[in-house]
Antibody, heavy 115, light 108 residues
Framework: QVQLQESGPGLVKPSETLSLNCSVSGGSISYYYWSWIRQPPGKGLEWIGYIYYSGSTNYNPSLKSRVTISVDTSKNQFSLKMRSVTAADTAVYYC?????????WGQGTLVTVSS | EIVLTQSPGTLSLSPGERATLSCRASQSVSSSYLAWYQQKPGQAPRLLISGASSRATGIPDRFSGSGSGTDFTLTISRLEPEDFAVYYCQQYGSSPRTFGQGTKVEIK
């Protein structure tokens, strides 16, 4: 079955750019929507945005000015970039399939914003 | 943006008991586009229910979802030890997608 795996730096400095990849295995990235979701430590879930395999995107307005999601179908992966991060962006970042209900999810990766 | 409010915040129950979790939306969720997830410590959320009442693949039938409009319910008919976790509702009827703040089901 389809599995997702996040990867990227676990520590990012304030004001810098957070960059994460999500590798999709066990199936093609084509013909699906793919999302990023985050969860600050001890808190709830926040949807960041999604991308269709063709490249069309939709972002949470609360993050839209700082976020870019892209897709690389040749590598079967999609990516998240978040600019000008602050401590408030410290969270576990998950990738997931679909733009409606989310299934399956990656295991998540903790990104800490600190100098 | 649709705000989802879950209640109660914490539910203290014993194995074998029935759990009833509520999710109320600030405005009507179109076409009952509501999902439920279970999350255990250190794990990613797991999809339980989509479309307000359709169980995901492999989810036991003790989990059931109901509701429409602004009021939705997740029911666990008889709690098993592995069901003690945090549960989130999420709407996908409009953008941005939003989640409730979660209900923790703990062992009494």
């Amino acid at each position: 079955q389809v599995q997702l795996q996040e990867s990227g730096p676990g520590l990012v400095k304030p004001s810098e750019t957070l960059s994460l990849n999500c590798s999709v295995s066990g199936g093609s990235i084509s013909y699906y929507y793919w999302s990023w979701i985050r969860q600050p430590p001890g808190k709830g879930l926040e949807w960041i945005g999604y991308i269709y395999y063709s490249g069309s995107t939709n972002y949470n307005p609360s993050l839209k000015s700082r976020v870019t999601i892209s897709v690389d179908t040749s590598k079967n992966q999609f990516s998240l970039k978040m600019r000008s991060v602050t401590a408030a962006d410290t969270a576990v970042y998950y990738c997931a399939r679909s733009a409606s209900w989310f299934d399956p999810w990656g295991q998540g990766t903790l990104v800490t914003v600190s100098s | 943006e649709i705000v989802l409010t879950q209640s109660p915040g914490t539910l203290s129950l014993s194995p074998g008991e029935r759990a009833t979790l509520s999710c109320r939306a600030s405005q009507s969720v179109s076409s009952s586009y509501l999902a439920w997830y279970q999350q255990k410590p250190g794990q990613a959320p797991r999809l339980l229910i989509s479309g307000a009442s359709s169980r995901a693949t492999g989810i036991p039938d003790r989990f059931s979802g109901s509701g429409s409009g602004t009021d939705f319910t997740l029911t666990i008919s008889r709690l098993e030890p592995e069901d003690f976790a945090v549960y989130y509702c999420q709407q996908y009827g409009s953008s941005p997608r939003t989640f409730g703040q979660g209900t923790k089901v703990e062992i009494k």
